[in-house]
């Protein structure tokens, strides 16, 4: 969870020291952080915290209500204003990832103590994790892979187990509406049929785990030969609508041919065939 205060910059000295005192190396190692920020728009404090379990998450927001209502020199920022976008860029805090963290990591690796977790507006989500022993690992998910770090103390084969369960959590959504895609796909084309590409925002390297409603799932069909593609298009466009209205998301296919893909005859195709993910 984040909160983000303003303040009198003539206060900056007995800021600092109040912000050491209150928020110290033991606040810190669980789940709590509090420091000075600068940017653009202004001088900030910046507040981030556990958003599992709940009761450290509530314990925490008082604590930073509290802190802040006993200055006067403080003075909250509200969330989407300018200040606000300029420290935080969109990001959000996510509790169901935070929850699912816990859930998993506990499970392969022992007692969790706290979680904060975020989404960016690409969908990303990135969490920090508080283990046993004060030990902290930093994850970072999107619905393709994963990168995990200060994993140098842990049971690598426990926590490889855990982040390809995490991993298949991110991935579900867009995973299951891919799945769907094919098999409908390849059961219609059959012979003809040579696979699926996902290119354009989902397969950029900041693709996350669910991006925005305005962001369209985009598909290569190869296809071994066709007359037309606006046929094609017509032919399989009662799936992608389905599929599109049942999971709230524009599903774009665009047919092509196998000889076309093989030999990147155009530029679009050469890009597709270069970065595009398969659909396996």
């Given at each position: 969870?984040?909160?983000?205060?303003?303040?009198?910059?003539?206060?900056?000295?007995?800021?600092?020291?109040?912000?050491?005192?209150?928020?110290?190396?033991?606040?810190?190692?669980?789940?709590?952080?509090?420091?000075?920020?600068?940017?653009?728009?202004?001088?900030?404090?910046?507040?981030?915290?556990?958003?599992?379990?709940?009761?450290?998450?509530?314990?925490?927001?008082?604590?930073?209500?509290?802190?802040?209502?006993?200055?006067?020199?403080?003075?909250?920022?509200?969330?989407?204003?300018?200040?606000?976008?300029?420290?935080?860029?969109?990001?959000?805090?996510?509790?169901?990832?935070?929850?699912?963290?816990?859930?998993?990591?506990?499970?392969?690796?022992?007692?969790?103590?706290?979680?904060?977790?975020?989404?960016?507006?690409?969908g990303k989500v990135k969490a920090s994790v508080?283990?046993?022993?004060?030990?902290?690992?930093?994850?970072?998910?999107?619905?393709?892979?994963?990168?995990?770090?200060?994993?140098?103390?842990?049971?690598?084969?426990?926590?490889?187990?855990?982040?390809?369960?995490?991993?298949?959590?991110?991935?579900?959504?867009?995973?299951?509406?891919?799945?769907?895609?094919?098999?409908?796909?390849?059961?219609?084309?059959?012979?003809?049929?040579?696979?699926?590409?996902?290119?354009?925002?989902?397969?950029?390297?900041?693709?996350?785990?669910?991006?925005?409603?305005?962001?369209?799932?985009?598909?290569?069909?190869?296809?071994?030969?066709?007359?037309?593609?606006?046929?094609?298009?017509?032919?399989?466009?009662?799936?992608?609508?389905?599929?599109?209205?049942?999971?709230?998301?524009?599903?774009?296919?665009?047919?092509?041919?196998?000889?076309?893909?093989?030999?990147?005859?155009?530029?679009?195709?050469?890009?597709i065939s270069e970065y595009a993910i398969p659909?396996?």
């Amino acid at each position: 969870m984040f909160a983000l205060s303003s303040y009198n910059a003539e206060m900056e000295t007995s800021l600092r020291s109040d912000l050491a005192l209150e928020f110290d190396e033991a606040t810190r190692l669980q789940g709590l952080l509090a420091d000075l920020t600068l940017s653009k728009e202004g001088a900030f404090v910046r507040f981030e915290w556990a958003d599992w379990p709940d009761d450290l998450h509530q314990r925490f927001a008082a604590q930073v209500v509290h802190f802040c209502k006993d200055r006067s020199y403080l003075h909250a920022i509200e969330p989407s204003s300018p200040e606000w976008n300029a420290i935080f860029a969109g990001t959000v805090a996510d509790c169901e990832a935070a929850s699912k963290v816990a859930e998993i990591l506990g499970r392969h690796l022992g007692r969790v103590s706290w979680v904060r977790a975020d989404r960016d507006p690409k969908g990303k989500v990135k969490a920090s994790v508080g283990l046993d022993g004060g030990k902290t690992v930093d994850l970072c998910l999107s619905w393709k892979g994963y990168n995990v770090g200060g994993v140098g103390h842990l049971d690598m084969r426990a926590l490889r187990a855990a982040v390809n369960e995490l991993q298949a959590w991110a991935g579900h959504r867009i995973q299951s509406i891919l799945d769907a895609l094919h098999e409908k796909l390849s059961t219609l084309y059959r012979e003809r049929f040579r696979g699926l590409y996902v290119y354009g925002s989902y397969a950029r390297p900041d693709a996350g785990i669910d991006l925005g409603r305005d962001s369209d799932l985009d598909v290569a069909l190869i296809l071994t030969d066709f007359e037309s593609p606006y046929a094609e298009i017509e032919r399989f466009s009662p799936i992608t609508s389905n599929l599109s209205s049942e999971h709230g998301l524009v599903i774009s296919v665009v047919p092509i041919r196998e000889a076309d893909f093989t030999q990147g005859k155009t530029n679009f195709i050469r890009t597709i065939s270069e970065y595009a993910i398969p659909v396996l």
